[in-house]
Nanobody
Framework: VQLQASGGGLVPAGGSLTLSCVYS????????MGWYRQAPGKQREFVAR???????NYATSVKDRFTITRDTAKKTAYLHMNNLKPEDTGVYYC???????????????????WGQGTQVTVSS
């Protein structure tokens, strides 16, 4: 399963941005889609996750400002970011886990895929 992230850019503090992650390939099901970010000189950190049952999880630093959604028909996950802060600057990666197609369309091998990242820069 391949993931392609896009939508990053330069935005002033307090602004908004929506990231998109298009997933493609043959798969049986997706357990969850998520977003992570990596600031310069720091480790990659969790931002948000949307499970197949609709459960949403957010990092404390982005809760109430970011929203993760998914359009299954478009095979796209989104990260809607509001009230952006300079500390939100970083490369954002989408992440998906689920199952590939097995015999007779049953769940096969598990997949764990990452997108290539998209740069978000928030100016103060």
């Amino acid at each position: 399963v391949q993931l392609q992230a896009s939508g990053g850019g330069l935005v002033p503090a307090g602004g908004s941005l929506t990231l998109s992650c298009v997933y493609s390939g043959s798969f049986h099901s997706i357990d969850s889609m998520g977003w992570y970010r990596q600031a310069p000189g720091k480790q990659r950190e969790f931002v948000a996750r949307l499970s197949s049952d609709g459960d949403q999880n957010y990092a404390t630093s982005v809760k109430d400002r970011f929203t993760i959604t998914r359009d299954t028909a478009k095979k796209t996950a989104y990260l809607h970011m509001n009230n952006l802060k300079p500390e939100d600057t970083g490369v954002y990666y989408c992440h998906g886990v689920g199952f590939l197609v097995g015999k007779g369309w049953s769940p096969g091998r598990r997949f764990d895929s990452w997108g290539q990242g998209t740069q978000v820069t928030v100016s103060s």
